[in-house]
């Protein structure tokens, strides 16, 4: 999973991360703080070649909620 592999250098948890499934909690479960979740976003963005607006990351709490906007940032890149 390539938002794993994102997610890996920050998550103080490690056998949450080997367990990531999409209910797993950036803060609670992983352990990432506020501060470097703002580098988490930074990286899926240069991973995933989006850009993700300040309103996008106020929704996302979980790997499912990242993995949500991800995909619409990539449907609508791709439609234009």
Same mark, same amino acid.
């Given at each position: 999973?390539?938002?794993?592999?994102?997610?890996?250098?920050?998550?103080?948890?490690?056998?949450? &991360? $080997? #367990?990531? *499934?999409?209910?797993?909690?950036?803060?609670?479960?992983?352990? /990432?703080?506020?501060?470097? !979740?703002?580098?988490?976003?930074?990286?899926?963005?240069?991973?995933?070649?989006?850009? &993700? $607006? #300040?309103? *996008?990351?106020?929704?996302?709490?979980?790997?499912?909620?990242? /993995?949500?906007?991800?995909? !619409?940032?990539?449907?609508?890149?791709?439609?234009?």
């Amino acid at each position: 999973m390539k938002l794993k592999e994102v997610i890996k250098p920050y998550s103080q948890n490690p056998e949450a &991360l $080997e #367990n990531i *499934s999409a209910t797993t909690d950036f803060t609670n479960d992983l352990k /990432i703080n506020s501060a470097n !979740l703002v580098d988490v976003f930074l990286d899926v963005e240069e991973a995933f070649e989006i850009e &993700l $607006e #300040n309103s *996008s990351l106020e929704k996302i709490a979980n790997v499912y909620d990242a /993995i949500d906007v991800i995909e !619409l940032k990539l449907q609508e890149k791709n439609q234009a």
